[in-house]
Structure formats: C-alpha cells, structure tokens
C-alpha cells in the first residue's frame, strides 16, 4: 500500500525519477525549508560550495607553532594534511599517499617530520617530497623519478594566521574572495593572528551545515536566558554582510555591576581596559567564523558530515604576549561560558536540533527582523537582525543555481 | 603496594554509587553534596585527545567550591526550559585505588553513561571514559577532592546539561 508521503513523492518528481527541483520563493525573506534536509541537496552542495569557488577555514598556524607539527582535518569528505615544515613554513597537503591513494596520517595532531604510508612504504617528508619508495631494479618504469611524485595540494592562503583552502582553480585570490573583512578578522583575534593554541571543544550536531551556519553568533541577545538572568545586555553594535556571504558583528558588551547569581563571578569577568571590552564576529560563508566574547577568542571549524550532521570544532586561543595567569583566565572562561556545555551556549544546540527535526515539514522559513523590503536584500544591520543573513543567503542561492518562483 | 583495608574501599564505592545515582536523578545539590566542602574542591570535564595534547581547554572548569555551587544554579535556574531534556543512566566500576596517606586516596574508575532523549525515547551511547578522582576518606564517610571527567570521544554528541 502506498501511503501519503510516497503519492507526493512520486508526483513531484519527473519521468526519469529525478528530485524535484528546488524552486526559491520569490520574496528574499522566505527560505524553502527543504533545502535543510534532502540529500540530494547536500550532495549538490558539496559540489558547488565546499569544492567550488569558495575558500574554505582549515586552522590557525597557532594550532601547530612547532616545527614538525601537523593536523590532519576534512573538507566535506576530503582529508587533509597540515605541516609545518622544517623550514617553519605552513603547508597543506591532499591527506593520501601520491602512489594509490591511501590516507597518509591518521592522528588529529602530532608532531612528525616524516609521513610513511603504510601500503608500500612510501615516505614522505613535511615538505610533501616523495623521499622513499622501496623498489628494486625493474620494479617500476625505467623513466620512474620520485620527484614526480610528491603529496598533491590543494590552493592554500594564509591570513592573520587563519589557514584556508580551495579546490577550485578559479576561486578568486584570497584578497578579493575577503574584501573588507581582513581587519575584521584581526580585530577578533585582538590585533593580529599571534595566538597561542589552548584547545577545543569539540561537538557534532545533529543538524544540517546551515541550520549551523545561519543560526550561530547571531542571536546571543535573544536566545540566551544566561545573558538575560544576568542581567548582562548588549550596549550598541552593529552587523555587516556582504554578497560573498560573509558577515560580521562588533557589539559593546555591558557587564552588571554585581553578579549575584554566581559566586565566582570570574566566569564573565573582563581583564583588560573597559573599553576594550566588546564582543567581536566574524563569518566566512559557507560554514565556519570566529569570535572574540570577554576574553575568550576562539574559531570555530565546522565541517558538514552529512545532511543532518555537522561537526564542530570551537578552538580557543590566548594572545602569543600573554602571561600565565591570563592564559589561566581565558582557559577558565572559555571552558564554562561556551561550546557545548557553556553557560551561554548550551541551548544553541538544542535550537539547531529542532529547527532541523522540524525543517520536515512544509513550506518556508520566515526572516522578519530588520526586513524592510520583502523583495529586496538589505544593506544595513542593526545588532541582532535576522536580516544581516540575507545576502548570504541570495549568494547560496546562485551559487546552487535554484530558480526564484514566478509570479 | 600498601593493602587498601576494605572499609576505606567500601566507602569509596559508595561514594561512586552515590555520585551516579544522584546524577541520573538530576539532584544537583545532591551532586554538590559528593564533594568536600573546601575552597579547592574542583570539578573538571575533559577529553582523552586534549589531554595527551597537553590542552588545558576543557568542557567543564568548575576548579573551585564556588564554581561547584554556580553548577548547581546554572542546571537548576539558568538552563531549564532552554533545552529538550533527556535522562542518563551512568555505570561504574573502579579500576584503581592509591593511598597517598593522610586520609587522601587517589581512585580511578571506567564509566559509561547511556542517554534516552525525550523526544526519541530511544537509548544510545552518550560517553565512555575515566574518572580520576581524589578522595577523602574520614572515619564516617568518602567525599571528592577533585573529580576529573576524561572522555574516550573527543566529540560531544549534541550537547551536554548535566554533569557526567
């Protein structure tokens, strides 16, 4: 017996058994809710995101300072290698042997100056030169040289120590694809990328890579209950965004004058000059951002894992000119007021679950804050609009090719 | 290696019952009521992958009393309503146990705790790992020191309210 779901199903799709297409609403401020949970979308959008023209965060160069230091991370479901060579310079590697392709590293991190496949030995140096290959005489092609065969590379850039990627070759030169947000990024990390790695907080989601993405760092004032019972307000900010679909937010934080919820208040305690306390973001579309929130500064990896899972890496750093008991102080706060038992960031997760458990159901997702113009993308963000995401999400739309619905 | 007489041992897994058992029941101030009373008391929640990187990032830093008393308050005032509850179900078994004199005994146990969210009503893995624990043991009972909660995952699943 066919029920409901498998009539509709069956009608919407063509002769030949395709998916149905994805047709856009007209107005910029509705969001067709299946584009969170088909799979075949998520397929779509590996291709044309995450391995088209956009470059995507991997790590900071503070992840691995020393010399033979390396991470191993994805993109979609691409393996990489990081290095830092032994003459100090960062590299980025296509995670599998140049020989038959078995993934080279299989640790998240360590520190090695020579990579061995394990297949037939072939061993690589943290430049990616092939430097052994175990053969006799005859074994391989006379014409056979090592140096043809080095660990394959994916385009790399490095910014404020920020390590990013790109598969495609025509993805525009870092400088471009980040227009005006560079000294964003800075401003984050508190001047400039000199950072010292204090670890992660690591947690996937049971969510689609958008729910993340779209949701994340926008709607501290609104979602929090923390920040509410705390009596802990934003002062004034503002957002950017950008037709790339990158997005930032700067706002003043005000701490209550007295914490008598907590007793030890050093949780939201800011070290520093008064004025000097403010919450800083920035995201990089498709998936990843970081922020700088009291003391904390922390960048968050995310990766897409399939279309309802999405693993995220919330990194925190200290300043490379701090002293010990700073770094104590930001290991202290980061590790209780965010990620996924922190006090204000708990819920975050909750939210991104049912927004995705529900994302089933029909039509479209409705952005209201800040709209002006239901059929226009706006331009100007106050500090918590919803519509700070729209150009974002009008890039999504092209890149993905989806048509807007006639009128 | 010193003999543990089984009165102190006895206590301690006491202890340990007592702790998984007033966690299951999402009795914080019970929760709270497992550890010493001193301004060093501390409760800590890391992973295996930061500890062998020698990270000091951790999920939960609750390092001193008042930290363990603003656990209560977070669980019991800031978060409810917040989050689509589940339940937990904690087993234990101790692995270790030093004496490190003066009352004071060093334990180590493997955990497993399984999690049923309320909306799926179905049980799964939530985490494995270890608690290294310091103890203080007195003529009448045993109370944590310190607890330290290190995890086989380096990932979270979703998110985490309740201590582990």
Redesign the interface.
């Given at each position: 017996m066919t029920n409901h779901a498998e009539i509709i199903a069956t009608e919407k799709q063509d002769a030949k058994g395709a998916n149905p297409p994805i047709i856009w609403p007209q107005k910029a401020n509705l969001l067709p809710k299946e584009i969170f949970v088909r799979p075949d979308v998520f397929e779509e959008e590996l291709a044309r995101i995450f391995y088209g023209k956009e470059w995507l965060m991997i790590a900071h160069e503070a992840e691995i300072p020393n010399i033979g230091d390396f991470k191993t991370t994805q993109v979609g479901r691409v393996p990489l290698l990081i290095t830092r060579d032994n003459d100090g310079e960062i590299n980025v590697y296509y995670n599998a042997c140049s020989h038959r392709g078995v993934q080279l590293e299989t640790a998240t991190s360590g520190n090695k100056l020579r990579f061995r496949c394990p297949y037939h030995s072939w061993l690589f140096n943290a430049k990616g030169d092939l430097i052994g290959c175990p053969n006799k005489p005859g074994d391989f092609p006379s014409d056979f040289d090592k140096s043809n065969y080095p660990l394959d590379r994916p385009r790399m850039a490095i910014v404020h120590g920020l390590i990013l990627v790109t598969f495609n070759p025509e993805t525009p030169p870092i400088e471009e694809y980040l227009e005006g947000y560079i000294d964003k990024i800075a401003q984050v990390f508190g001047g400039d990328g000199n950072l010292r790695l204090l670890g992660a907080q690591k947690v996937v989601f049971h969510a689609n890579w958008k729910t993340f993405h779209d949701n994340d760092t926008y709607h501290a004032g609104l979602l929090h209950t923390a920040f509410q019972m705390l009596n802990w307000s934003g002062g004034s900010g503002h957002q950017t965004a950008n037709a790339r679909g990158h997005r930032s937010y700067v706002g003043e934080v005000t701490l209550p004058e007295e914490v008598n919820r907590l007793k030890d208040p050093s949780l939201i305690e800011f070290k520093g000059e008064a004025s000097e306390c403010s919450s800083a973001s920035v995201r990089l579309f498709p998936i990843s951002g970081m922020t700088r929130h009291l003391n904390t500064i922390g960048i968050r990896f995310a990766n897409p894992i399939s279309v309802d899972e999405t693993e995220v890496h919330y990194t925190y750093f200290g300043r490379a000119e701090d002293d010990e008991e700073m770094i104590r102080h930001r290991v202290r706060q980061a590790s209780n007021l965010l990620g996924p038992c922190g006090m204000v960031s708990m819920e975050d997760a909750a939210v991104f679950h049912r927004l995705h458990t529900a994302g089933t159901t029909p039509g479209n997702a409705v952005f209201l804050k800040g709209v002006t113009d239901d059929h226009g993308i706006p331009e100007e963000f106050q500090q918590s609009d919803e519509a700070a995401n729209l150009p974002g999400w009008e890039h999504y739309r092209q890149t993905m090719g989806y048509p807007k619905e006639q009128s | 290696m010193k003999q543990i007489c089984s009165d102190v041992l006895s206590k301690i897994d006491d202890l340990q019952t007592r702790y998984i058992a007033v966690i299951d029941a999402k009795d914080m101030e019970g929760w709270l009521s497992t550890f010493c009373q001193v301004a060093e008391a501390s409760y800590v929640?890391t992973?295996a992958?930061?500890l062998r990187?020698n990270?000091?990032?951790?999920?939960?830093?609750?390092?001193?009393y008042?930290?363990l008393?603003?656990r209560v308050?977070?669980v019991n005032?800031?978060?409810p309503?917040?989050?689509?509850d589940y339940a937990t179900r904690h087993f234990v078994q101790r692995t270790a146990c030093r004496d490190m004199g003066a009352g004071k005994y060093e334990v180590e146990s493997n955990f497993m705790v399984m999690t049923t969210p309320e909306?799926t009503g179905r049980s799964t893995l939530f985490a494995t790992g270890v608690y290294f624990d310091q103890v203080v043991v007195d003529k009448d009972q045993a109370l944590f020191l310190s607890k330290k909660v290190v995890t086989d995952s380096?990932?979270?699943?979703?998110?985490?309210?309740y201590p582990l």
């Amino acid at each position: 017996m066919t029920n409901h779901a498998e009539i509709i199903a069956t009608e919407k799709q063509d002769a030949k058994g395709a998916n149905p297409p994805i047709i856009w609403p007209q107005k910029a401020n509705l969001l067709p809710k299946e584009i969170f949970v088909r799979p075949d979308v998520f397929e779509e959008e590996l291709a044309r995101i995450f391995y088209g023209k956009e470059w995507l965060m991997i790590a900071h160069e503070a992840e691995i300072p020393n010399i033979g230091d390396f991470k191993t991370t994805q993109v979609g479901r691409v393996p990489l290698l990081i290095t830092r060579d032994n003459d100090g310079e960062i590299n980025v590697y296509y995670n599998a042997c140049s020989h038959r392709g078995v993934q080279l590293e299989t640790a998240t991190s360590g520190n090695k100056l020579r990579f061995r496949c394990p297949y037939h030995s072939w061993l690589f140096n943290a430049k990616g030169d092939l430097i052994g290959c175990p053969n006799k005489p005859g074994d391989f092609p006379s014409d056979f040289d090592k140096s043809n065969y080095p660990l394959d590379r994916p385009r790399m850039a490095i910014v404020h120590g920020l390590i990013l990627v790109t598969f495609n070759p025509e993805t525009p030169p870092i400088e471009e694809y980040l227009e005006g947000y560079i000294d964003k990024i800075a401003q984050v990390f508190g001047g400039d990328g000199n950072l010292r790695l204090l670890g992660a907080q690591k947690v996937v989601f049971h969510a689609n890579w958008k729910t993340f993405h779209d949701n994340d760092t926008y709607h501290a004032g609104l979602l929090h209950t923390a920040f509410q019972m705390l009596n802990w307000s934003g002062g004034s900010g503002h957002q950017t965004a950008n037709a790339r679909g990158h997005r930032s937010y700067v706002g003043e934080v005000t701490l209550p004058e007295e914490v008598n919820r907590l007793k030890d208040p050093s949780l939201i305690e800011f070290k520093g000059e008064a004025s000097e306390c403010s919450s800083a973001s920035v995201r990089l579309f498709p998936i990843s951002g970081m922020t700088r929130h009291l003391n904390t500064i922390g960048i968050r990896f995310a990766n897409p894992i399939s279309v309802d899972e999405t693993e995220v890496h919330y990194t925190y750093f200290g300043r490379a000119e701090d002293d010990e008991e700073m770094i104590r102080h930001r290991v202290r706060q980061a590790s209780n007021l965010l990620g996924p038992c922190g006090m204000v960031s708990m819920e975050d997760a909750a939210v991104f679950h049912r927004l995705h458990t529900a994302g089933t159901t029909p039509g479209n997702a409705v952005f209201l804050k800040g709209v002006t113009d239901d059929h226009g993308i706006p331009e100007e963000f106050q500090q918590s609009d919803e519509a700070a995401n729209l150009p974002g999400w009008e890039h999504y739309r092209q890149t993905m090719g989806y048509p807007k619905e006639q009128s | 290696m010193k003999q543990i007489c089984s009165d102190v041992l006895s206590k301690i897994d006491d202890l340990q019952t007592r702790y998984i058992a007033v966690i299951d029941a999402k009795d914080m101030e019970g929760w709270l009521s497992t550890f010493c009373q001193v301004a060093e008391a501390s409760y800590v929640y890391t992973t295996a992958e930061n500890l062998r990187a020698n990270h000091a990032m951790a999920l939960v830093m609750d390092d001193n009393y008042q930290r363990l008393q603003d656990r209560v308050t977070i669980v019991n005032k800031v978060w409810p309503g917040t989050y689509a509850d589940y339940a937990t179900r904690h087993f234990v078994q101790r692995t270790a146990c030093r004496d490190m004199g003066a009352g004071k005994y060093e334990v180590e146990s493997n955990f497993m705790v399984m999690t049923t969210p309320e909306e799926t009503g179905r049980s799964t893995l939530f985490a494995t790992g270890v608690y290294f624990d310091q103890v203080v043991v007195d003529k009448d009972q045993a109370l944590f020191l310190s607890k330290k909660v290190v995890t086989d995952s380096s990932v979270v699943e979703r998110f985490m309210a309740y201590p582990l």
